[in-house]
């Protein structure tokens, strides 16, 4: 800052005094008419925006993702159009449970939330750092939400809540021993993975379907963090991995990520073993390996924590032609809330504030018209109807999907396949761990789960045993329960 600025109201008028408010004579009353003083205090009470519900601590950064390989055979999304093309991207890297002034190196699941800013619009992957969730259907989702947060009485946390959700809910297994696992606490936002979870699809030129799996694999490798530290960092340096991932970018230092897909074609859905939309499976590699397609890198720090990381809105509903959604119950869901949870953060127009706007200028060509905070020219004189005959933006059917073959009555489905399957992944993970690994999941467990009513942790217990004996053993034994 070179050159000295006049202060002024937010209405552009010069302010004589910044330190001293008008009075009535040198020992009187403050007068009305101070309209500067009036306008600082009635903005500075409006600082603050909503909350997130979910994800309020979060930091993130702007970067670049580059594409490595040709996947056009699957997807005919422009920003994957060629080897070497190069695609505006902010990320924002969040814990899910803690408000927003929480600390960092809690055990947690991490936001992964990307928005790409392609010439075809905005492509947003919002993930987390883990392949599954705790459930598979939506309608649990705020009573899920609900065990993660305060006690309705008493506003502390509470370990109760969960494992009571969690005994009648044998999906979360396999996410249960993700999140009681090391990765559970990262060591930072560049040493964890990120994936789209759910099941997605591609569309290719020929407007063929395939279904997809997202993955961001750290370059970094993956580091967790032990909990006595995470804990003490909890207390000393609660915005820990903020500051580390801040640090790392200002000092060039660039995380970075190989950007891979799993691709199963539209027809083997049908009869693969898993249910392919139930998000708390993964596709086994060996059934669908990875396919490399590029790499993300974060590169640019924001500037402005409210205006970049905060005003950033991210919604699995926007896809770009060649990539779209897939029957997944919680894809589904979140196609609704998450634009939802927006506007009402946010307001109406949230995907016109600089953070969420199309870099493309061009792409945004709606009807949309007035509500709170429209700061830009509102669409001039232009038509705000449709059709119309003064030449404005129309629809453009090269942009359809195929369509997509559904069967059966309408009713209340469990996204599932199989008995009991709910309990085959969780124990291949606890299989793949090796035995200091396993100890360490159990005995995090049994720090949670040993603060509830014994008859819960045996409950818990079965079904852990239920996944593997030994798992189920290791935390009885950790427990201390025969
Ligand atoms: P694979 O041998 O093909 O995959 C093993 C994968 O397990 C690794 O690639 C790694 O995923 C992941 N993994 C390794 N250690 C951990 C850990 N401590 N916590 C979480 N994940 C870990 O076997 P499967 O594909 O059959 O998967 C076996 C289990 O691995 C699954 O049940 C699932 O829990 C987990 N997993 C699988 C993923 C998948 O897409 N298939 C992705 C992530 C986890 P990564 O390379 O992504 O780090």
Redesign the pocket.
């Known amino acids: 800052m070179s050159e000295k600025k006049t202060l002024t109201t937010a209405a552009g008028i010069p302010v004589p005094d910044n330190q001293t408010s008008l009075t009535a004579g040198k020992r009187g009353p403050t007068l009305m008419q101070d309209h500067y003083l009036l306008e600082k205090l009635a903005h500075f009470n409006r600082e603050r925006i909503p909350e997130r519900v979910v994800h309020a601590k979060a930091a993130g950064a702007h970067g670049v993702l580059t594409v490595t390989h040709d996947i056009t055979k699957y997807t005919r999304a422009k920003l994957f159009c060629e080897v070497g093309k190069k695609t505006e991207m902010f990320g924002r890297f969040s814990t899910v449970a803690g408000e927003k002034g929480s600390a960092d190196t809690v055990r947690d699941v991490r936001g992964f939330a990307l928005k790409f800013y392609t010439e075809e619009g905005n492509w947003d992957m919002v993930g987390n750092n883990?392949?599954?969730f705790f459930i598979r259907d939506a309608i649990k989702f705020p009573d899920f939400i609900h065990t993660q947060k305060r006690d309705p009485q008493t506003n502390a946390k509470r370990d109760f809540a969960q494992w009571d959700f969690w005994s009648q809910v044998p999906e979360a297994l396999?996410q249960i021993?993700?999140l009681f696992?090391?990765?559970g606490i990262p060591r930072g936002i560049p040493y964890m993975?990120g994936?789209g979870s759910h099941t997605y699809s591609l569309i290719n030129a020929k407007n063929e379907r395939f279904w997809v799996?997202f993955?961001f694999?750290t370059q970094q490798g993956?580091q967790c963090m032990p909990p006595e530290e995470a804990d003490r960092l909890a207390a000393e340096n609660p915005d820990y991995h903020t500051v580390q991932i801040f640090e790392a970018i200002e000092r060039g230092d660039f995380p970075k990520w190989t950007f891979s897909v799993?691709v199963m074609p539209e027809t083997e859905a049908e009869n693969y073993r898993w249910n392919p939309f139930d998000l708390t499976k993964?596709?086994?590699?060996?059934d669908y390996p990875l396919i490399e397609v590029g790499e993300m890198e974060l590169n640019r720090n924001p500037k402005n924590y409210f205006a970049e990381v905060e005003q950033s809105a991210f919604s699995p509903a926007n896809v770009v032609p060649g990539i779209s959604f897939s029957p997944c119950k919680m894809l589904q869901a979140r196609i609704f809330s998450y634009a939802d949870a927006s506007r009402y953060r946010l307001g109406a127009n949230f995907e016109r504030l600089p953070i969420n706007c199309p870099h493309a200028a061009k792409v945004q060509n709606t009807y949309q018209r007035d509500g709170a905070m429209r700061f830009d020219e509102n669409g001039g004189g232009d038509p705000n109807y449709e059709p119309n005959t003064m030449g404005g933006p129309v629809a453009d059917p090269q942009y359809a999907e195929p369509p997509l073959k559904i069967s059966g009555d309408a009713d209340r489905y469990e996204q599932k396949r199989g008995v009991d399957d709910d309990y085959v992944?969780?124990g291949?993970?606890f299989r793949?761990?090796g035995a200091e690994?396993q100890a360490r999941l159990c005995k995090n467990i049994a720090s949670s789960l040993g603060k509830v009513p014994k008859d819960l942790q045996e409950k818990m217990v079965t079904h852990f045993a239920k996944a593997d004996p030994a798992y189920g053993e290791g935390v009885a034994r950790a427990l201390g329960l025969k």
């Open positions: 883990t392949p599954t396999h021993t993700i696992s090391d990765r993975n994936y799996k993955h694999k993956i799993q993964v596709w086994p590699h060996a992944q969780p291949n993970l793949l761990l690994h």
